[in-house]
């Protein structure tokens, strides 16, 4: 062989090294993303991945005969096995429930052939190069390949591809290398078997191009637009799937897959929610927030200097203590939950509120995600409504975000029938916040309202969104957004999650 | 016997039972644990013991039953009370109920077990109460008043202020989701199996439910309806009658009907309702399961009323009115009845465990509410046809388990519901006792429920009656593991309680045959009732032959009182 080639050797040690530490890189990106807690997930992944390569290595002896063509082998198997690592382990997932087994499982395997190659590589290149130059070079280019990985995956690779298609793409590019192996090394190994493994190769990069073209459907079943947005924090409870991505603009928080709010205009939706019962109350001193685990109503409460004491109940000790551990939120909170008057409790709000005997509040916020299922639905219901009604002060009010009147009229309209089913007064109001576009809420009470309230003057801080005019317009609603008849939901029908699934199934 | 095609496998099952027990006892001598490791629970056996003694009279320890001195108590002193009642289940606290809305109060209740509530009893954990046998009533129909009226206590119903209809209490109906089915490896809501179904299956669901609403519209010459809860308002026109002479299965057969999934679902109805498969159980029976609850076939399904523990709470209701007369662990061993005309009383006997004595009780009028199948041991002086007839009862045992969890377990599909059924499992699935207090989250109980209701040679009846815990244990998680495969780590306890005779059963010719008027026919001054009288185990059968019988004992005394004035 002469020197041409074995630079183009080199180059091929500096790819393969490359496409290694990118399915390292997946996994562990994948396996803290979907499991959470990263600081395990990498770890495993990465003291997993370097002992299979050890595997790998001590394997190597093993192969005695037909190096160059065993070369090629493993070269393919990496690409077809590590090619479809990410798409795999994604849709995997969900569908079963040994997911650890089979991750770690993929791991290994690929870094058991990973392993493989830079021994059997060197002990190829051997015959025709000196030794002492051998090593220095195969590892120099290896170790520049684990750079430019590790560089290209955070800054160009997932922003741009995502994991899925980064590991596509990678498994390619490395099939690809391998049907050029098999051109470089071509002396070292008989016509037929050289054709075989080209044939093979060829195949492969076919199989991932399907997945490429496939990528679109596979991204609807994951999350991984989501991820593509940079995710910054995540967390699966027993409750729900908490996750934080962040753009230029601001972070963002999603339960379970929806979105609940953006820090770019969340104080829009928050002081929406917030203001108007707590102003149309004279002076609201003890005040219950029903689910808001992120603190940023508790935030609006505070900002009225006649409060005493703020309940928060909310179902996820994980989302109460998110400020602790993701301190962007901190900030954005104000810290409102470690306020000395912020008393949190962790518990079903619906068998919370069918405990309470205590004294009434003056205002109640309510602040669940939206009605997307039933253990969610229930919280919408006549029977937990009347339960609330229990809790309220005769002069109190409440303040209930309803989903888009715009979007989902009919499950807005359920919610404001069965408040009135449920023996409230109820006046719909709403806002506009660009994330989430025309969003509504209500104000309720136990006795007929007159007009809309005016905003407190006497707020600690001043607010962003609300002034006294805006708070007013609030409750005029335009022509679009006109009652509907609905049922009552109901514990026994659940009639507003079938409103909201069909109605939001429109815009999918 | 295989009339219409009967879904394949219930027998293969069946041995598959056996042997998983003989596999649990294998692997207990082997010292091999397959159940999960640490779990604990109980096996309990209601009545069994203190039920087979009474069988047997061993508490009477030979003593002859002699007029003359039955009057003796072990300590000599005799205890009168206006009417004794006998069984404290739903018939008994039903018949107590009416007896002191109709102004009596002197009343005792006798009940052998150490708790009232018959089938229908409860448990209580730190989590939640559960059921450990009936756990709903479906809302009844607005004319069935004395119903209507414990409901209205239990504010369980309502009548609406506009067109005074009755609807369910809110807190009361069960609440959606109501029922999902175990199909092809996930949850789909609703039991009968749509993924599975042909277009020829499909066919069939709607031509069979076509037939069921002819049934609930049918109206007999004097307005009848065909099926209607209590069963002796059903017309007794001859058309209806003679679906009683043949099984489910012989008239799903006869209509043409071969889907698997409608064989299914009905034989799983049959099952849940009466204990007994469709080849068992009578066609009449059936169509009362499907056509009862519904006037008109243009109605919308009746809600469920149902609580965390289950009937329990009807049960709780009850006994909280007149808990000073319920005497617990009194097994009754012998009742001597007066004549009922003249004013001679009935003797009671009744067996004081604590004290290991007899005590000898005196009234005026005994309502005999426990099963039919124990008056032929305690019940002296009854005409022979009586005997015969009480011996053609037939009783099925069942198994119910109740599985407490720290955690729910995953599933896929649809979200776990308070119904949760396996497709094709030779048991019925399970119940969740949360689900009313609308918790979703967190530490729960599961009831699992198995009626024995495949006929087993006596020496496999015996290796059930004998099974272990472990054997049970292994049994349960068996069936469920395959869909909760979480289910061990999430499980923290598991007790299992056998029912010796949890159900009458209503095989064909039973219900509409000459032995259920006999029995129900009074002995003197004794009176009967229980949910056998009906041919069918049902709260509200229970109930409505406990105030029947109640009536009856107040009229009896007004007649008495008539006829005393009248001399």
Redesign the interface.
């Known amino acids: 062989m002469d020197r041409a080639p074995l630079f183009l050797l080199y180059l091929n040690v500096l790819i393969v090294a490359t496409c290694g530490l990118i399915y390292e890189l997946l996994a562990g990106t994948l396996a803290s993303y979907l499991l959470g807690d990263s600081v395990t997930q990498f770890s495993l992944v990465i003291g997993l991945y370097l002992s299979a390569m050890g595997v790998g290595a001590w394997l190597s002896k093993y192969i005695t005969r037909q190096l160059a063509a065993c070369f090629i082998e493993v070269e393919l198997a990496v690409a077809m096995v590590g090619g479809f690592s990410a798409p795999l382990l994604f849709v995997a997932f969900g569908a079963i429930d040994w997911f650890r087994p089979l991750l770690f499982g993929m791991v290994f395997v690929i870094g058991t052939l990973v392993g493989l190659e830079l021994p059997l590589l060197m002990r190829i290149l051997k015959e025709h190069v000196d030794f002492d130059d051998l090593v220095s070079r195969v590892l120099t280019f290896d170790y520049i390949g684990a750079l430019l990985a590790s560089l290209m995956f955070p800054i160009l690779l997932v922003p741009s591809l995502g994991l899925v298609r980064t590991s596509l793409v990678f498994g390619i590019l490395n099939a690809a290398v391998g049907i050029w192996g098999s051109f470089l090394l071509r002396p070292l190994m008989t016509a037929r078997r050289a054709g075989g493994l080209r044939g093979r190769g060829v195949l492969i990069i076919g199989l991932l191009t399907a997945g490429i073209v496939k990528a679109d459907t596979l991204t609807r079943y994951s999350e991984e637009q989501q991820l593509s947005a940079s995710i910054v924090y995540a967390e699966t409870s027993p409750y729900q799937r908490i996750l934080i991505t962040k753009n230029r603009t601001g972070f963002q928080l999603f339960l379970n897959g929806h979105l609940q709010f953006n820090s770019t205009d969340e104080y829009r939706y928050h002081e929406a929610l917030t203001h108007p019962p707590m102003s149309a109350v004279n002076t609201p001193k003890r005040i219950l927030v029903l689910g808001g685990g992120d603190g940023l109503a508790v935030r609006e409460v505070l900002k009225h200097p006649s409060v005493e004491q703020v309940s928060l109940v909310d179902l996820d000790p994980s989302m109460t203590t998110l400020a602790d551990r993701f301190p962007p939120l901190a900030d954005l909170s104000q810290q409102a939950l470690s306020d000395p008057r912020v008393k949190v409790i962790n518990s079903d709000a619906f068998v919370w509120a069918g405990q309470q005997t205590g004294e009434p509040f003056d205002v109640i916020l309510i602040d669940f995600p939206d009605p997307s299922s039933f253990s969610v639905g229930k919280l919408y219901t006549s029977y937990f409504y009347r339960r609330i009604h229990r809790l309220l002060a005769d002069d109190g009010r409440i303040g209930i975000q309803c989903t888009s009147p715009l979007v989902a009229p009919q499950s807005y309209w359920c919610i404001l029938n069965t408040m009135e089913d449920a023996g409230f007064h109820v006046q719909p109001y709403h806002a506009s916040v660009p994330t989430f576009g025309i969003w509504g809420f209500a104000l309720a009470s136990k006795f007929p309202l007159e007009s809309e309230p005016i905003l407190a003057e006497d707020l600690r801080q001043p607010l962003r969104f609300l002034n006294s005019r805006t708070m007013s317009t609030l409750f005029s609603m335009p022509n679009d957004l006109t009652r509907h008849d609905s049922e009552v939901n109901r514990l026994n029908n659940q009639a507003l999650v079938q409103y909201y699934e069909q109605e939001w199934r429109l815009l999918e | 016997m295989n009339h219409a095609g009967i879904p394949e496998g219930r027998f293969s099952r069946r041995d598959w039972l056996l042997t998983s027990l003989a596999a649990a006892t294998a692997s207990r001598f082997t010292g091999c644990q397959q159940v999960v490791a640490g779990l604990t629970g109980d096996l309990l056996k209601p009545g069994m013991t203190l039920g087979h003694q009474l069988r047997d009279h061993s508490l009477e320890a030979g003593e002859a039953i002699d007029a003359t001195n039955a009057n003796l108590d072990s300590d000599g002193s005799v205890r009168n009370v206006e009417v004794a009642i006998v069984g404290a289940g739903i018939a008994g606290l039903s018949a107590a109920w009416q007896l002191k809305r109709s102004g009596l109060s002197s009343f005792r209740i006798f009940e052998l077990e150490q708790v009232a509530g018959g089938t229908s009893r409860s448990g209580t954990c730190d989590v939640t109460e559960f059921p450990w046998g009936a756990h709903y009533v479906p809302l009844p129909d607005v004319s069935n008043t004395d119903l209507v009226t414990l409901f209205r206590e239990m504010l369980a119903v309502q009548v609406t202020e506009g067109d005074r209809t009755l609807i369910?209490v809110?807190?009361v109906?069960?609440?959606?989701?109501h029922e999902r089915l175990f199909v092809n490896g996930e949850w789909l809501d609703d039991l009968y199996p749509r993924s599975i179904a042909t277009e020829s299956d499909l066919k069939e669901w709607s031509r069979f439910r076509e037939i069921v609403s002819r049934w609930i519209d049918w109206r007999d010459a004097h307005g009848n309806r065909a099926f209607v809860i209590p069963v002796a308002h059903c017309s007794q026109d001859p058309d209806v009658l003679k679906l009683d002479q043949i099984t489910a299965a012989a008239w799903l057969s006869e209509q043409g009907f071969s889907s698997q999934p409608l064989l299914w679902l009905v034989d799983y109805c049959c099952r849940d309702d009466y204990g007994l498969t469709i080849e068992q159980t009578s066609a009449w029976a059936m169509m009362f399961y499907f056509a009862s609850r519904l006037k008109n076939s243009g109605d919308s399904e009746p809600?469920l009323l149902t609580w965390s523990a289950g009937n329990g709470a009807i049960v709780q209701h009850l006994s909280s009115q007149f808990s000073e007369k319920i005497e617990t662990s009194r097994p009754v061993i012998r009742i001597i009845p007066g004549d009922g005309r003249s004013d001679q009383q009935s003797v009671i006997h009744v067996w004081n465990p604590d004290s290991d004595s007899k005590e000898t009780w005196t009234a005026r009028h005994v309502i005999f509410a426990a099963p039919q199948f124990l008056t032929p041991h305690v019940l002296a002086d009854q005409p022979t046809e009586r005997i015969e007839s009480v011996r053609r009862f037939q009783y099925g045992a069942w198994v119910v388990a109740n599985l407490h969890l720290s955690?729910r377990p995953?599933s896929a599909g649809a979200?776990l519901s308070w119904d949760n059924v396996i497709y094709r499992s030779d048991y019925l699935g399970y119940i969740v006792a949360t689900h009313q207090?609308?918790?979703?989250?967190?530490p729960t109980v599961l009831t699992w429920y198995y009626p024995l209701c495949d006929p087993l040679p006596s020496e496999d009846r015996k290796r059930l009656l004998a099974a272990t815990w472990e054997q049970w244990a292994e049994v349960i998680l068996q069936d469920l593991r395959p869909v909760h495969?979480?289910l061990g780590e999430c499980l923290s306890k598991l007790d299992v309680l056998f029912w010796g005779h949890a159900m009458i059963q209503p095989r064909p010719g039973f219900i509409w045959g000459s032995d259920r008027p006999l029995a129900a026919e009074p002995v003197g001054n004794v009176h009967f009732a229980g949910t056998d009288l009906s041919g069918l185990a049902l709260m509200e059968e229970a109930f409505y032959h406990g105030v029947r019988a109640a009536n009856e004992v107040m009229a009896a005394r007004e007649n008495s009182a008539s006829a005393g004035a009248a001399k």
Not at chain 2, 173 to 177: I, K, N
């Open positions: 369910a809110e807190g109906s069960c609440r959606e989701p809600a955690k995953a979200p207090v609308g918790s979703d989250f967190g495969p979480d």
